[in-house]
């Protein structure tokens, strides 16, 4: 089984930067992507990024592509969400996953979940 810990959500102004990390533990080797996904209150959860941690690929939503990064520290068990342009639409609670199968963005596919960090938008 995989820990996750979510950290770095909080309240910006839009146009404003955030920075997400998640903190994997545990049997790390048998999870090798790593997801960020959002949800609202009422709707369905949403995959955001995702990477592959041993190849380093990485995959995006359109609604967030150009805007947000995924990225790793290896040395430190940390997949980060970088989070530029902030729009309100993008306030969610935002959780990282883990997962053994082809890596994507779709929630279905991952086994182990963080509780997530809450990220606010304001215009």
């Known amino acids: 089984q995989v820990h996750l810990a979510e950290s770095g959500g909080g309240s910006v102004q839009a146009g404003g930067s955030l920075r997400l990390s998640c903190v994997v533990s545990?049997?790390?080797?048998?999870?090798?992507?790593i997801g960020w996904f959002r949800q609202t209150p009422g709707k369905e959860r949403e995959g955001v990024a995702a990477?592959?941690?041993?190849?380093?690929?990485?995959y995006y939503a359109s609604v967030i592509r150009g805007r947000f990064a995924i990225s790793q520290d290896t040395a430190k068990n940390t997949v980060y969400l970088q989070m530029n342009n902030l729009k309100p639409e993008d306030t969610a609670t935002y959780y990282c996953?883990?997962?053994?199968?082809?890596?994507?963005?779709?929630?279905?596919?991952?086994?182990?979940w963080g509780q997530g960090t809450q990220v606010t938008v304001s215009s």
């Open positions: 545990g049997n790390t080797p048998s999870r090798n992507c």
């Open positions: 990477t592959n941690t041993r190849a380093g690929s990485t």
């Open positions: 996953a883990a997962g053994a199968q082809t890596c994507n963005i779709y929630p279905e596919t991952y086994n182990d």
